[in-house]
C-alpha cells in the first residue's frame, strides 16, 4: 500500500507543475483550475502513481519540478526503503551511486552516518526538511517519507560546506488521509524490529501522526557487536485544508550500541609488514571483536519543530519553521593499532601474535536552534513568467565536547594514571580483558560554536514555453568561536608563555566573514516530458565548518586565519519522463573543483593553493516499465585528482589522488508483480577505492586501497490480503566477502554485511 502526500496547500508550486504538464489527482487538480486559467494554454496528461519516481521535490527552494531542475537531485522514496527492507540512512544511500562510506583515523572509530559524495565528505550536510541536522547518530529511516540526494556545491540552497552537495531527509506528517501501518521483523543475528505509523483525523481541519520503532539484534558475524534503538516521532496538524496551516512535530532517539572497531588487515590482498612472518600471516576471523565487554556507545537525541504556512492567495505562500535539536553522545571504543609496533610476533608461533589497542572516548553534545521565514509566489515580469523563492534564515550552531586522557601525568595539581591497555591475542582476542578507560580532564573541554544570518533567494524565468533560465544566491553573515584548554608540555610550553609544565592554558579562536554563494542555469525543453540544461554553482567551506572548532596550529585548514575554501561547479545534463511519465531517465556530466586547500610551496612555506578535482558523468533511471515492473538504478564514473597538495618535508610528499572515490560505482534494484507476489532483486558495484594518494613506493605500504567489490540482494512478498502483507529480504545473497570501509592508516577494516536475512509482517489497519 502506498500513500501520496497532497501538496493542495502550495499552489505557486502546483502551478509549476501544471505548466511543466505534470499533474496530481483529481483533490489537487480541483484546486489548480483556477490558476492553470491563467497560465499559457498547455496540454495537460494525467500522470499514474508511480511507486519508485518522485516528480517533485518536497523542498520550498526549488522552483520547479524535478525534471526542470538543473541539477542532478535522486529522490529515494519511501516505497523503494519498504521493498528494500532498508533499516539505516547508510543503507537507503547504496540506491545512489557515487557515495562511500568512511570508518575513520588511525585507533579511532568513526559515529554516526559518515560518508563521501562526488569526492568530498558529506556527514555535515545532512539535513531534515531543509534545516541542518547535527550530531553523531545513526539514523533509522522509520519516519522519513523520502530522502533527497542533491548533488553538486549547494552554497545557495543551505549555505557553508557543501562542496559536493546535500542529503534532505523528508519527514512523515499529519494528513486528512488515514494512515494505519505496522510492521515485525525479525532477521538473522537476532534481529527483532517493529515500527508503527499511526495518523487519524481529530476533526475536519486537525490530524495526528506518531511514527515509533524499536530494534534491538546483533551483528552478523561479529561477537559482542550489537545494537539497540528506540525512536518516536509524534506530530499534529492545524488548519488542514485551510490556507492557514501549522504543523508541530518532534523526534526522540534513543539507542544503546556496542561500537565496532572493525578487524585487522593481516593476510588480505594489499596487506604489508615489514616483518617477514607477520607478512604472511593468515586472515584473522570475521567474527573477532577486539574491543572489551564494557564498550559502549549511547545516544540521546530530541528535536522539536514548528511549521507555519499561509497562503496569501493562489500564487503566494508564506512559511516560517522554527526547530531546536540537541544530541548527547557517549562512547567508550576500542581501536587496533596495526601499524609499525601494532602487531608483534612474539615467537613464531602465530597463537602468540598479538595486537596493540587504544581506547577512545566521546562525551559531546550538539546542539542547534533555527528559525527560518520564506515566501513562495508566482508573477508576471515584463511579460515573462517568473517562479520565486526566497527567504531569511538565523541559526545557532554548537558543539561541546570534553576533553579525556590516557598517559600517566599531572595537570593543575592533580595525578592521572595512564589506563591500561593490554595487546590483544591476534587470533584469539578476549573481550573479557580488562581495559582502562580514558580519565575526564576539567579544563580541556572544547566548545565550539556559529551564529548565523543568511538571506536567500531562488527565481526561475520562462522566456519562452521551451527555454528558461534560473539564477539563485544566497548571502550569509557568520561568525565563530572556540574556546578550550590545552596542557602545557615540555615540548609545546614556548607556545603558552606565562604558564608552567602542568597547567592548562586556555585557547580561543575566531572566525567571521561574509559568504556569496550563488548558482544559475539555463534549460530547454525540446519536448514537454523532456529537458536539456548547463549549470553553474558555488559553495564555501570555512574553518570550523564540521565541528565549530578553530585550530592554532598554522596552516591548518581549521585554523581561523585561513581563507574559506572554494567549490565551483559545472552541469550539463538532460532529463527526460517516459512511458507515459512513468520512466524518468537523467544524464549529466560534470566537473567539480575545490581551492584554497592547505597546501606548501617547494620552499616549504605555507601556501593555500592545493585543490580538488572531480570529473565524472552519472546515468539515472528510475520508475516503472510496466505497472507491475518497477526500477531504480545508478551509475556514476568519476575522475577525481588532487592538484599543488604537499606537505612541508624534505623532499615534499606530493599528494596527487583522492581517498575513497572510486573511479566506477553503480547500483540496481528492480522488482515484479505476479498478482500477489512480487520478485525483486538489486546488485551494487564498487569500484577500487585508493587509500594511498601520495606518490611513494607503494610496494611498502600497507593496504593502498579498497578492492572493488560487487553484492546482490534479493526480495519475495506476499500479499496475504488487504491487511497483511509478508515479505522476505535477503541481503549479499552470494555470500561475497568484501571490504566496505578501510581506516585512514589501512591497520583495520569492517567488512560488508555477510548473507543475513530479515521477515517482516506488514499490517495495515
Known amino acids: 500500500m502506498s500513500y501520496i502526500r497532497s501538496r493542495k496547500h502550495n499552489p505557486a508550486r ?3 507543475l501544471v505548466a511543466a504538464t505534470l499533474s496530481f489527482g483529481a483533490n489537487a487538480a480541483s484546486e489548480t483550475n483556477e490558476a492553470a486559467d491563467q497560465l499559457p494554454e498547455v496540454n495537460v496528461t494525467a500522470t499514474p502513481d508511480v511507486p519508485f519516481k518522485a516528480n517533485t521535490s518536497a523542498s520550498s527552494k526549488f522552483t520547479k519540478p524535478l525534471i526542470d531542475t538543473t541539477q542532478t537531485v535522486q529522490v529515494i522514496k519511501k516505497e523503494v526503503l519498504r521493498e528494500q527492507g532498508v533499516i539505516s540512512l547508510t543503507d537507503a544511500l547504496r540506491n545512489t551511486p557515487g557515495i562511500t562510506m568512511q570508518l575513520g583515523e588511525n585507533g579511532n572509530t568513526s559515529a ?30 522509520y519516519n522519513l517519507e523520502q530522502i533527497e540526494v542533491v548533488k553538486g556545491p549547494a552554497g545557495a540552497d543551505i549555505g557553508r560546506g557543501a562542496a559536493s552537495g546535500y542529503v534532505n531527509l523528508i519527514s512523515k506528517l499529519p494528513s486528512l488521509d488515514s494512515v494505519n501501518m505496522a510492521t515485525i521483523s525479525y532477521g538473522t543475528a537476532d534481529k527483532k524490529r517493529a515500527t508503527i505509523d499511526l495518523g487519524e483525523k481529530l476533526g475536519d481541519t486537525v490530524a495526528v501522526r506518531l511514527n515509533a520503532v524499536g530494534f534491538d539484534g546483533n551483528v552478523d558475524k561479529r561477537d559482542e557487536v550489537e545494537n539497540q534503538n528506540f525512536s518516536i516521532a509524534p506530530s499534529i496538524a492545524f488548519g488542514l485544508g485551510t490556507p492557514t496551516r501549522l504543523y508541530l512535530y518532534s523526534q526522540h532517539v534513543r539507542q544503546d550500541n556496542v561500537p565496532d572497531g572493525g578487524i585487522p588487515t593481516i593476510g588480505m590482498s594489499g596487506f604489508y609488514n615489514a616483518s617477514t612472518s607477520l607478512n604472511g600471516g593468515r586472515k584473522v576471523d570475521r567474527e573477532n571483536f577486539y574491543g572489551s565487554d564494557n564498550d559502549y556507545e549511547k545516544v540521546d537525541a530530541d528535536m522539536f519543530t514548528a511549521k507555519f504556512e499561509h497562503d496569501l492567495n493562489d500564487k503566494t505562500t508564506v512559511r516560517n519553521i522554527s526547530r531546536y535539536g540537541k544530541t548527547n553522545m557517549d562512547r567508550v571504543a ?39 521565514t520564506s515566501l513562495n509566489t508566482m508573477f508576471d515580469l515584463a511579460g515573462f513568467k517568473n517562479t520565486f523563492t526566497g527567504g531569511l534564515e538565523f541559526m545557532y550552531e554548537s558543539q561541546k565536547s570534553k576533553g579525556f586522557g590516557t598517559t600517566a601525568q599531572t595537570v593543575n595539581g592533580v595525578t592521572y594514571a595512564a589506563i591500561s591497555n593490554p595487546a590483544a591475542n591476534l587470533y584469539n582476542p578476549n573481550s573479557n580483558d580488562l581495559l582502562g578507560i580514558p580519565y575526564a580532564i576539567p579544563g580541556t573541554d572544547t566548545d565550539g560554536r556559529t551564529i548565523t544570518a543568511a538571506m536567500y533567494a531562488f527565481d526561475t524565468v520562462d522566456i519562452t514555453d521551451k527555454w528558461q533560465v534560473n539564477a539563485g544566491l544566497r548571502y550569509e553573515h557568520y561568525n565563530t568561536k572556540t574556546d578550550g584548554g590545552t596542557i602545557v608540555t615540555a615540548t609545546n610550553q614556548a607556545q603558552f608563555p606565562g ?38 554553482a558555488t559553495s564555501y567551506t570555512p574553518p570550523g565548518s564540521a565541528n565549530f572548532a578553530l585550530s592554532a596550529t598554522a596552516n591548518n585548514q581549521n585554523n581561523g ?21 512513468q520512466l524518468n531517465l537523467t544524464a549529466a556530466v560534470f566537473s567539480t573543483e575545490n581551492s584554497k586547500q592547505a597546501s606548501f610551496d617547494d620552499q616549504g612555506q605555507a601556501v593555500q593553493n592545493g585543490r580538488t578535482r572531480v570529473n565524472g558523468i552519472e546515468l539515472m533511471a528510475v520508475g516503472q516499465l510496466t505497472k507491475a515492473w518497477q526500477l531504480s538504478a545508478g551509475i556514476t564514473k568519476m575522475r577525481a585528482k588532487a592538484l599543488d597538495q604537499q606537505s612541508d618535508a624534505t623532499p615534499p610528499v606530493v599528494t596527487d589522488g583522492v581517498r575513497w572515490t572510486p573511479e566506477l560505482s553503480a547500483t540496481v534494484w528492480s522488482q515484479y508483480s505476479f498478482g500477489d507476489f512480487t520478485l525483486g532483486g538489486g546488485a551494487r558495484y564498487m569500484g577500487e577505492q585508493k587509500r594511498l594518494v601520495t606518490k611513494v613506493d607503494a610496494s611498502t605500504q600497507n593496504m593502498p586501497e579498497i578492492p572493488s567489490y560487487w553484492a546482490a540482494d534479493a526480495m519475495a512478498s506476499y500479499k496475504v490480503n488487504k491487511k497483511l502483507n509478508l515479505r522476505l529480504n535477503v541481503y549479499n545473497i552470494f555470500d561475497k566477502e568484501y571490504i566496505e570501509t578501510l581506516n585512514n592508516g589501512g591497520g583495520r577494516v569492517r567488512l560488508g554485511q555477510p548473507r543475513s536475512a530479515l521477515l517482516t509482517a506488514e499490517f495495515m489497519f
Not at 613464531?348 to 577512545?360: G, H, L, M
Not at 586565519?561 to 511519465?581: C, F, H, R, S, Y
Open 112 to 141: 554516526g552516518d559518515t560518508f563521501s559524495m562526488r569526492g568530498f565528505a558529506t556527514q555535515n550536510s545532512l539535513f531534515v526538511d531543509g534545516i541542518r541536522d547535527l550530531g553523531a547518530v545513526t539514523r533509522d529511516v
Open 499 to 536: 604558564y608552567a609544565v602542568g597547567s592548562i592554558a586556555p585557547t580561543k579562536g575566531s572566525n567571521s566573514d561574509n559568504l556569496l554563494s550563488w548558482k544559475v542555469g539555463g534549460l530547454y525543453k525540446p519536448a514537454p516530458n523532456g529537458s536539456i540544461y548547463a549549470s553553474y
Open 334 to 372: 576500542t581501536g587496533i593499532n596495526t601499524g609499525a609496533t601494532g602487531l608483534v610476533a612474539v615467537t613464531a608461533d602465530p597463537a602468540t601474535w598479538t595486537v596493540n589497542r587504544s581506547r577512545q572516548r566521546i562525551d559531546r553534545d550538539d546542539e542547534i536552534l533555527v528559525n527560518q
Open 14 to 16: 502546483i502551478a509549476a
Open 561 to 581: 586565519a585561513m581563507d574559506p575554501q572554494k567549490t565551483d561547479n559545472v552541469e550539463l545534463g538532460t532529463k527526460w519522463d517516459i512511458l507515459n511519465n
